[in-house]
């Protein structure tokens, strides 16, 4: 693995079509737990041979076992119940968890699934965790006296099963937090929740945010507890570049370099000059490549035809400039 420009992607991959019928006829008690696992494993197999194909550097494991990102963990935590179904965006849905009584593990959450991808690869796979302030905001709460309380215990959650990611071999672990930008005035606990979770850690951190006027909360954006800043730079035309130009940090950023919420695939010559923008204001070896966001919501063409483009120009790049 060279030492700049290292390259990877947020998280979710595009579901197969095999595995999207799988998951309905599950969900109508058609097939068991176990044919569905089996399933989904295959197709995180054939993710995890195509970012190797790509040659992309810090792998993730598509999350194909997984539906909403926070539905997810709260399934899989006490102290919630799951609501009907609740419109995110456009024709998108979820089930809102319920906080109902004290939130926690009672055991790991995706540490097999970890283990199961990083077997199938010798390049590091990242952990991937939604954060607290994340499933606190994008939930109900229906037992803590107050939305502090509350993002609190979840945070001591998180932070558990971070310990046993890290315990089990992660290099890199991912806090995902589309949560934070949306409310500038909750900065501060979120960033105490983030500290929580990423305490006495010794793996790279990195924590995801999208879509937000970072402007108005730069100063506590970069001072969040965590080693790298994961953000979307495409959609918002890079702006956000000329704050960190200004105002320098000593963190690393994931730039996102491709739009995931567009169905054009970008050239190799308009990420190269995105790329060629960040390195104006980061030196090579404090910035990550990568999408905007997770790909989930594109076909796999698509996918593949942005992660394609995006591994191309960083190799351009590198070629031009004399980076290792």
Same mark, same amino acid.
């Given at each position: 693995?060279?030492?700049?420009?290292?390259?990877?992607?947020?998280?979710?991959?595009? *579901?197969?079509?095999?595995? %999207?019928?799988?998951?309905?006829?599950?969900?109508?008690?058609?097939?068991?737990?176990?044919?569905?696992?089996?399933?989904?494993? $295959?197709?995180?197999?054939?993710?995890?041979?195509?970012?190797?194909?790509?040659?992309? &550097?810090?792998?993730?494991?598509?999350?194909?076992?997984?539906?909403?990102?926070?539905?997810?963990?709260?399934?899989?935590?006490?102290?919630? *119940?799951?609501?009907?179904?609740?419109?995110?965006?456009?024709?998108?849905?979820?089930?809102?968890?319920?906080?109902?009584?004290?939130?926690?593990?009672?055991?790991?959450?995706?540490?097999?699934?970890?283990?199961?991808? $990083?077997?199938?690869?010798?390049?590091?796979? *990242?952990?991937?965790?939604?954060?607290?302030?994340?499933? !606190?905001?994008?939930?109900?709460?229906?037992?803590?006296?107050?939305?502090? !309380?509350?993002?609190?215990?979840?945070?001591? #959650?998180?932070?558990?099963?971070?310990?046993?990611?890290?315990? #089990?071999? !992660?290099?890199?672990?991912?806090?995902?937090?589309? #949560?934070?930008?949306?409310?500038?005035?909750?900065?501060?606990?979120?960033?105490?929740?983030?500290?929580?979770?990423?305490?006495?850690?010794?793996?790279?951190?990195?924590?995801?945010?999208?879509?937000?006027?970072?402007?108005?909360?730069? &100063?506590?954006?970069?001072?969040?507890?965590?080693?790298?800043?994961?953000?979307?730079?495409?959609?918002?035309?890079?702006?956000?570049?000329?704050?960190?130009?200004?105002?320098?940090?000593?963190?690393? %950023?994931? %730039?996102?370099?491709?739009?995931?919420?567009?169905?054009?695939?970008?050239?190799?010559?308009?990420?190269?000059?995105?790329?060629?923008?960040?390195?104006?204001?980061?030196?090579?070896?404090?910035?990550?490549?990568?999408?905007?966001?997770?790909?989930?919501?594109?076909?796999?063409?698509?996918?593949?035809?942005?992660?394609?483009? %995006?591994?191309?120009?960083?190799?351009?790049? *590198?070629?031009?400039?004399?980076?290792?």
């Amino acid at each position: 693995m060279t030492k700049g420009l290292l390259t990877t992607s947020v998280g979710s991959f595009p *579901k197969p079509d095999y595995l %999207m019928s799988a998951r309905n006829k599950h969900s109508r008690g058609e097939m068991s737990d176990q044919e569905l696992q089996l399933l989904e494993r $295959q197709a995180t197999q054939e993710w995890v041979r195509l970012q190797e194909e790509l040659g992309i &550097d810090i792998l993730v494991d598509g999350e194909m076992y997984r539906g909403d990102m926070v539905e997810y963990f709260a399934q899989n935590m006490k102290g919630f *119940k799951i609501s009907g179904l609740v419109r995110s965006y456009g024709n998108r849905y979820y089930r809102k968890p319920i906080a109902v009584g004290p939130v926690g593990r009672t055991a790991a959450i995706t540490i097999e699934w970890w283990k199961y991808t $990083q077997s199938l690869t010798k390049r590091p796979v *990242k952990g991937m965790i939604t954060g607290p302030y994340t499933i !606190a905001d994008w939930s109900f709460n229906e037992h803590y006296p107050s939305r502090e !309380a509350f993002i609190l215990d979840l945070a001591r #959650a998180v932070h558990d099963e971070a310990l046993d990611l890290e315990r #089990a071999g !992660a290099k890199y672990i991912q806090i995902d937090e589309p #949560a934070i930008s949306t409310r500038p005035e909750e900065m501060e606990l979120a960033s105490r929740a983030l500290g929580i979770v990423t305490k006495g850690l010794k793996a790279h951190t990195i924590t995801h945010i999208c879509y937000g006027d970072f402007g108005l909360v730069y &100063d506590r954006l970069v001072n969040l507890p965590v080693d790298n800043l994961d953000l979307e730079l495409a959609n918002s035309n890079f702006d956000l570049l000329e704050m960190f130009r200004q105002h320098p940090t000593k963190k690393a %950023m994931s %730039m996102g370099v491709t739009d995931v919420h567009t169905h054009v695939i970008e050239t190799v010559e308009l990420i190269k000059e995105r790329i060629k923008r960040g390195l104006k204001v980061f030196p090579p070896d404090r910035l990550y490549i990568d999408p905007d966001c997770g790909l989930k919501t594109r076909t796999e063409e698509e996918s593949l035809g942005k992660l394609r483009n %995006m591994m191309t120009a960083v190799r351009e790049v *590198k070629q031009e400039m004399g980076i290792e």
